[in-house]
Structures are given as C-alpha cells and as structure tokens.
C-alpha cells in the first residue's frame, strides 16, 4: 500500500511569489490534515479535511494560505504572496477514521 | 509557554549505551503519543499510552505514561544506530482530530 506523497519535495520561491503544495494521502482515508514546522519550533496543526470539507482550520497563520480538497482525494495548499516567515517543512496527514495519523515526507519551502 | 516541553534536546551517546527522554506538561492528557522522525521523513507513529501509570514496550523502547497523566518518559536499552532520529511526544486533540507535538528530542547514536 502506498504512503502519504507530498510534492514537490523542496520547494525554493522569492518573497511574493505564489506556491502550491500537493498531497496524495493514502487511498481511502477521508481525513487529511496539514502540518508545518518552522525553524526551530515544533510541528504545528494547520486544518483539517474529512473528505472534502474543512473540518478544522484553526491553525492556518492568516488568509495568504488556501487549502483544497477538490473531490476528497488530493489536497492542495497554497501559499499566496509568500512571506520570509512562511519557510518550513509542510507535512500533510491521513488517516482512516481520526485515529492514527500517517505523515507524508513533507515538501521543504525556502523563502528568500 | 509549550504545551509540550521535551528533555534533553539533544542526545549523542555511544551504541549499546541505555537513554531516557521526558516529555513533560502541567496539563492532564487523555492519552499521550510517541513518534520518531527520521532525517527526509515524516513523523512515524510508535505508541500511544491512555492510561496513568502505564508501560509499553516495543523491543528494546520502552515507554511509560505517568501516574497523573501530565509527564511521559521514553526509554531505550543498548542503543543501535539505527535509533538515531527526532523523537516527538505528541497528544491527540478533539478526538484525534489533530495532533499537537513537542519540542522534540534528536538523539544520535554513535557506532
């Protein structure tokens, strides 16, 4: 059975630019949530998809970040302008029924 | 102030050498998650305790959740190389819902 895929996996963009995170969670599971780590802090909750509505987004930092889940498949997050402080690990989540969560690889984005 | 506040931070020790990592809170937690990341990687979930006091042992880790509930320890015997790697506590929130992390241990075992 395939893992979560996260794409890209590294991601290097100039402040105000746009990016568009994917992640394919595992076949099936109708929970899908967003994760990121910045530097030097610990992973935080971002929201939270239970096929394609948005259960949970109270960790999303402000408006210039915008997930879908078009279909309850895929999910994509995108970061639009992007700021300096926005850079991190992005790591995306599934799972079946809320219980156990699996991590993809994360996508790196750098800000400069 | 972190929910969550791990100890040591970082950890390099010899192989076959024992280690302990704490995971410690002032709040009571239903249940209390471990995880281990490797470099490249997500986060892998190794175990969850529920109940105050409890032990569970996943070969040579073994993990207790404190008495009241707030604290967590994790213990790992002769360690190998292949221990190497970020450990996370973790709780589960709003039903497993999501899922907050600690500040994180990054241990390293030296062959």
């Known amino acids: 059975e395939a893992g979560v895929t996260q794409f890209p996996s590294h991601s290097v963009i100039e402040k105000g630019q746009t990016v568009t995170l994917r992640c394919d969670p595992i076949?099936?599971?109708?929970?899908l949530y967003w994760y990121r780590r910045v530097m030097g802090k610990e992973i935080k909750f971002l929201l939270h998809f239970v096929k394609e509505s948005k259960q949970d987004e109270s960790g999303m930092p402000n408006n210039r970040f915008l997930a879908e889940r078009t279909g309850g498949t895929y999910s994509t997050l995108k970061v639009q302008p992007a700021e300096l402080e926005d850079s991190g690990v992005y790591f995306c989540?599934?799972?079946?029924?809320?219980?156990?969560?699996?991590f993809g690889p994360g996508t790196r984005l750098t800000v400069l | 102030t972190q929910l969550l506040e791990q100890s040591p931070q970082f950890l390099s020790i010899q192989e076959g050498e024992n280690l302990t990592v704490y995971c410690n809170s002032s709040s009571v937690f239903s249940s209390l998650q471990w995880y281990r990341q490797e470099p490249g990687e997500g986060p892998v979930l190794l175990v969850t305790v529920v109940t105050g006091g409890e032990v569970k042992k996943l070969k040579r880790l073994t993990f207790q959740f404190g008495d009241a509930r707030k604290d967590s320890s994790l213990h790992i015997t002769a360690a190998q190389p292949g221990d190497t790697g970020l450990y996370l506590c973790?709780?589960?929130?709003?039903?497993?819902?999501?899922?907050?992390f600690g500040t994180g241990t990054k241990l390293q075992v030296i062959p």
């Open positions: 973790a709780v589960p929130r709003g039903g497993y819902q999501k899922v907050t």
């Open positions: 989540a599934s799972s079946p029924r809320g219980n156990t969560q699996y």
């Open positions: 076949s099936g599971h109708d929970n």
